[in-house]
């Protein structure tokens, strides 16, 4: 008896088995979601590649559109504007800053997702740059821009002066502020506005650009203290390639470049003085020191290597660029001096 209710019950279930029931609507779900999931899987797997694809494109196009961006700009004539009266000099500074901020574009400032930030030689010569002129600013302000030194401070040199020493690798944020800030070019627009505003009063004769020996043998020292500063820096990396083999040295290019940079805005900057003091430097007969001075000053600015070494000092397959630069420094630095000496008489 119990046997024979035991098998009815089997095949009661047997019955059942494969039937619909108000029970089965989750199985049913699964089979209809994994029959959609594994339609969708095409879609995925596309826009999968699109977004792999788009990256690959901006990877390569990246490196293209930073050497698109990418100028040295050292050629050493300039298409000056200078009012009758006004400063040879502080026409080239004006020039100079418009050129790199406003036409060439100023990148040491780059944020990281422009393709500029990729860049490096640039950079560091446009860097070079503004911290040459900045310290001509400073002179200009401080001595030749005064009656004797002694009478109050240009109030349009004072603003150039202090706009031409901010930071060149700020961009609209800085770094522990939490506040947008001014950019550094637009700074240095600033700046540039304030020394037009000095050109435009002193071709008038409302401000002074005193052209005293004294004047420009402050100008000529600091200039050679900078110098002096940058030789050490080379120097200094020169004798410590040894840590890098001399070529695998990545640093090399950007101390060079910085230094290339300073070089040439002094180049440019004394050959315009040179029209300033005209009349100081013909009367000490320092005009052939003068040009010796500027012929290596020359050369330290319009080396550009296709690839920066710091090699040995006497290779020859592969020159210490470093070394070179530096050398023509030195003497430019120690013509420098002969003149300052000969305006200390």
Known sequence: MQFGQTIRRLLSGFSRFGRFTPNDEPVVELVENAIESRADKPKRSRRVWQIASLVGFMVLLWPLLALWVHQINDKTELSLTTPEGGSVSVAVTIALVEREVNQTGWVPNAPGFMPAALLNNMPNFQIGMIKALGRFAFELEDQVGRSRG????????????????????????????????????????????????????????????????????????????????????????????????????????????????????????????????????????????????LAELRRAAIMQPLVVNNGTISGQAFPNHLANQGFHLLRARTKMREITDVLRK
Do not use: C
Request: net charge negative; glycine share 4%; proline share 3%.
């Open 150 to 293: 002694s009478s109050a401070a240009d109030v349009d040199l004072e603003i150039a002066r202090a706009r031409m020493q901010y930071e060149p690798t700020v961009w609209i944020f800085k770094p522990g502020t939490l506040w947008p800030t001014a950019p550094a070019e637009d700074q240095y627009r600033d700046a540039v506005a304030a020394l037009k505003r000095y050109q435009v009063r002193l071709s008038a004769g409302n401000a002074t650009f005193d052209a005293r020996p004294d004047n420009l043998m402050a100008v000529l020292d600091r200039i050679a203290l900078d110098i002096g500063a940058m030789s050490a820096e080379l120097d200094d990396r020169i004798n410590n390639r040894h840590k890098t083999l001399g070529l695998l040295d990545f640093k090399a290019d950007k101390i060079f470049y910085r230094v290339k940079g300073s070089s040439y805005a002094y180049f440019m900057l004394l050959q315009a003085l040179r029209e300033d003091f005209s009349k100081v430097i013909e009367d000490r007969q320092t005009d052939g020191l003068y040009r010796e001075m």
